[in-house]
T-cell receptor
Framework: AQTVTQSQPEMSVQEAETVTLSCTYD???????LFWYKQPPSRQMILVIR??????QNATENRFSVNFQKAAKSFSLKISDSQLGDAAMYFC???????????FGKGTLLTVNP | DTGVSQDPRHKITKRGQNVTFRCDPI?????LYWYRQTLGQGPEFLTY????????KSRLLSDRFSAERPKGSFSTLEIQRTEQGDSAMYLC?????????????FGPGTRLTVT
């Protein structure tokens, strides 16, 4: 079974600084997709960024980028120029190529200090 | 897109009672998913529908749980004879083939408290 591990239960960053959230996963599949979701307090989960395993280029969405290391099964999220609105729980998620369900990590709670 | 909606947002019930939650996916989304999220954990997959067909059920979905999507639009999740261990946030998500990677859009969730 696939597993997703987020080793940092909590992280904090100063406004305008950069922070990196870690995620590792375990799978025997060759075709899969990885996601980072953001869940603000009492608000719904939204997709931040996605990465197809077959793509070598790391995904980027504005201030958010990933460092995808396929051999190491690592998928970290970098948030540049952190803003107060970035404060949330961040979940790393895995989806197999032939499956539709998402497998989530336990999450990392990000605090942004003004 | 009006977004995925869930009703109710909060439900408090006594142990042993039955509860039913509703999820309205984004219109034209043919796939619908239910997840459960307990405190301090990430969401865990419960079940998945494509149109009205329930295609996969997690082992987490005991006999007390049943989900339906009768006309391929909204879905209901019923829990019979609730137990304190059922207390959790129940999340619904939907997706459509046309979207890249079958991206799942989540609703706000229904928080269930069993007393």
């Amino acid at each position: 079974a696939q597993t997703v591990t987020q080793s940092q239960p909590e992280m904090s960053v100063q406004e305008a600084e950069t922070v990196t959230l870690s995620c590792t996963y375990d799978t025997s599949e060759s075709d899969y997709y990885l996601f980072w979701y953001k869940q603000p307090p009492s608000r719904q989960m939204i997709l931040v960024i996605r990465q197809e395993a077959y793509k070598q280029q790391n995904a980027t969405e504005n201030r958010f980028s990933v460092n995808f290391q396929k051999a190491a099964k690592s998928f970290s999220l970098k948030i540049s120029d952190s803003q107060l609105g970035d404060a949330a729980m961040y979940f790393c998620a895995y989806r197999g190529g032939s499956n539709y369900k998402l497998t989530f990590g336990k999450g990392t709670l990000l605090t942004v200090n003004p | 897109d009006t977004g995925v909606s869930q009703d109710p947002r909060h439900k408090i019930t006594k142990r042993g009672q039955n509860v039913t939650f509703r999820c309205d996916p984004i219109s034209e989304h043919n796939r619908l998913y239910w997840y459960r999220q307990t405190l301090g954990q990430g969401p865990e997959f419960l079940t998945y529908f494509q149109n009205e067909a329930q295609l996969e059920k997690s082992r987490l979905l005991s006999d007390r749980f049943s989900a339906e999507r009768p006309k391929g639009s909204f879905s209901t999740l019923e829990i019979q004879r609730t137990e304190q261990g059922d207390s959790a946030m129940y999340l619904c998500a939907s997706s459509i083939v046309a979207r890249p990677l079958y991206e799942q859009y989540f609703g706000p969730g229904t928080r269930l408290t069993v007393t």
